[in-house]
């Protein structure tokens, strides 16, 4: 019977501080990278932090409170999550809704203003 072991790097456990993500290898290194590489991650609360898991092998982990996945790839070759870029007209159409007061006054539905009102619609 032929083993092939792995010489993949695979991690077996993560944790975030307030400064780093750390992540212990199965191979005994223990590798960190700054917490703000990932943007998602350094705006997510503690408890957001907290909540991950190992995906494929140990190939990387995922946040689901906050979305982000990070590879030990990414970790050991130093490649950090880049924020998305917003198109001229996003960000336009993002500011203009930024500026506008948001509508307050919502309509109650036709059947609703007439039984309201005691009007043919009413229940008694």
């Given at each position: 019977?032929n083993?092939?072991?792995?010489?993949?790097?695979?991690i077996?456990?993560?944790r975030?501080t307030?400064?780093?993500?750390?992540?212990?290898?199965?191979?005994?290194?223990?590798?960190?990278v700054?917490?703000?590489?990932?943007?998602?991650?350094s705006?997510?609360?503690?408890?957001?932090?907290?909540?991950?898991?190992?995906i494929?092998s140990?190939q990387?982990?995922?946040?689901?409170?906050?979305?982000?996945?990070i590879?030990?790839?990414?970790?050991?070759?130093?490649?950090?999550?880049?924020?998305p870029?917003?198109?001229?007209?996003?960000?336009?159409?993002g500011?203009?809704?930024?500026?506008?007061?948001?509508?307050?006054r919502?309509?109650?539905?036709?059947?609703?203003?007439?039984?309201?009102?005691?009007?043919?619609?009413?229940?008694?």
């Open positions: 019977m083993t092939v072991a792995s010489n993949e790097p695979r077996q456990d993560v975030v307030e400064d780093e993500i750390i992540a212990h290898l199965a191979d005994g290194r223990v590798i960190s700054p917490l703000a590489w990932s943007w998602r991650l705006e997510a609360t503690p408890k957001q932090r907290t909540n991950c898991r190992l494929g140990g990387g982990v995922h946040w689901p409170d906050v979305d982000e996945d590879s030990v790839e990414g970790m050991l070759h130093g490649i950090p999550a880049h924020r870029r917003l198109t001229p007209a996003r960000a336009r159409a500011a203009a809704r930024d500026q506008e007061p948001p509508n307050k919502i309509q109650p539905t036709r059947g609703k203003r007439r039984a309201q009102a005691g009007g043919p619609g009413a229940r008694g």
